[in-house]
C-alpha cells in the first residue's frame, strides 16, 4: 500500500483545513487509518484514528475540533480539521494498519505498517 497525503497549508488561528490521504493497491478496507503529526524537535504524536469498521478514536488535545473519516469506495481517509490553534502546526503523517475485522482503533504508531510522505500544516496565530 501506498499513502499519497495531501490538504496541507498555512491557515490563520481558527480556521479549517480538511487533509485527504489517497491509498494506491488493493484491500484498502481491511485497513485501519491512522493520523500522527510531528512538529519541529518533537516527537510523532498521534492524532486520530478510523478502524476497519468505522470506530474512532481521538487524541484529547484534538477531540471535539477534528474528524477522521473514510471513503473505502475513494480508497482515501480524510481529517477535517476545525478551529486550529497555532500549536497544531506539524507536519502530518496518514498510516495504515492492516487489520482484522474486528481490531479496535489502534494509537500507537509501531502499530502501523504504511505511511505517507507527510503533509505541513502551519497555523499562525
Known amino acids: 500500500v501506498q499513502l499519497q497525503a495531501c490538504g496541507g497549508g498555512l491557515v490563520q488561528a481558527g480556521g479549517s483545513l480538511r487533509l485527504s490521504c489517497a491509498a494506491s493497491g488493493h484491500s484498502f478496507s481491511r485497513y485501519g487509518m491512522g493520523w500522527f503529526r510531528q512538529a519541529p524537535g518533537q516527537e510523532r504524536t498521534f492524532i486520530a484514528t478510523i478502524s476497519r469498521n468505522g470506530n474512532t478514536v481521538y487524541a484529547d488535545s484534538v477531540k471535539g475540533r477534528f474528524t477522521i473519516s473514510r471513503d473505502n469506495a475513494k480508497k482515501t481517509v480524510y481529517l477535517q480539521m476545525n478551529s486550529l490553534k497555532s500549536e497544531d502546526t506539524a507536519v502530518y503523517y496518514c498510516?495504515?494498519?492492516?487489520?482484522?475485522?474486528?481490531?479496535?482503533?489502534?494509537?500507537?504508531?509501531?502499530?502501523?505498517?504504511?505511511w505517507g510522505q507527510g503533509t505541513q500544516v502551519t497555523v499562525s496565530s
Open positions: 498510516a495504515a494498519d492492516h487489520q482484522i475485522l474486528t481490531a479496535p482503533p489502534q494509537t500507537k504508531a509501531d502499530n502501523y505498517d504504511y
